[in-house]
T-cell receptor, first 115, second 115 residues
């Protein structure tokens, strides 16, 4: 257990539905990252927060994807109007800032299946 | 655009031998490079960090090298064990917008250690 928790662990949804995932980072970590991982590929960066500010969101896959981190604590990733191509593992990670190259601690991920 | 290449084919070795995994990157100059281990269905776990001014880093049976001229990192596991079987991911960290240093991953190399 890395201390980063994600909920739910698994989600099956019908195409066209909206889904929301939650990530609780390690409490003293300022940074929070979201990644998507498909089979046989490495984690693909989506967005990140430094405290409550979302500093990079150009890599979000489409305007159907959005993320929030209210008050710099937990974060949510929402996918609207899901498509079958959204089926993947969604990973959250957190780290400290102020330390160059600080290691990222990952959660167990949320596996999304769109049917 | 930035590109990270890791051997896509699985590496099969016998127990006790040294495993060597390769990470090549192009079109940027990372200040740090991280290696992670990922087991099936789980999030990546940090193993080692090496800085651009370091040639080599060791931790127990692990050794990482970083050649900024060749734009390559090598990851070695000595005296390999079946428990080392996993996917290994490299993540160069460059100074993105605002000094972000976001871990950006290769696709990973699967290592299989046979008893």
């Amino acid at each position: 257990d890395t201390g980063v928790s994600q909920d739910p662990r698994h989600k099956i949804t019908k195409r066209g539905q909206n889904v929301t995932f939650r990530c609780d980072p390690i409490s003293e970590h300022n940074r929070l990252y979201w990644y998507r991982q498909t089979l046989g590929q490495g984690p693909e960066f989506l967005t990140y927060f430094q405290n409550e500010a979302q500093l990079e969101k150009s890599r979000l896959l489409s305007d159907r994807f959005s993320a929030e981190r209210p008050k710099g604590s937990f974060s949510t990733l929402e996918i609207q109007r899901t498509e079958q191509g959204d089926s993947a593992m969604y990973l959250c990670a957190s780290s400290r800032i102020g330390q160059g190259g600080a290691e990222a601690f990952f959660g167990q991920g949320t596996r999304l299946t769109v049917v | 655009s930035q590109k990270i290449e890791q051997n896509s084919e699985a590496l099969n070795i016998q127990e006790g031998k040294t495993a060597t995994l390769t990470c090549n990157y192009t079109n940027y100059s990372p200040a740090y490079l991280q290696w992670y281990r990922q087991d099936p269905g789980r999030g990546p776990v940090f193993l080692l960090l090496i800085r651009e001014n370091e040639k080599e880093k060791r931790k127990e049976r692990l050794k990482v090298t970083f050649d900024t001229t060749l734009k390559q990192s090598l990851f070695h596991i000595t005296a390999s064990q079946p428990a080392d079987s996993a996917t290994y991911l490299c993540a160069p960290l460059g100074e993105g917008s605002g000094g972000s240093y976001i871990p950006t991953f290769g696709r990973g190399t699967s290592l299989i250690v046979h008893p």
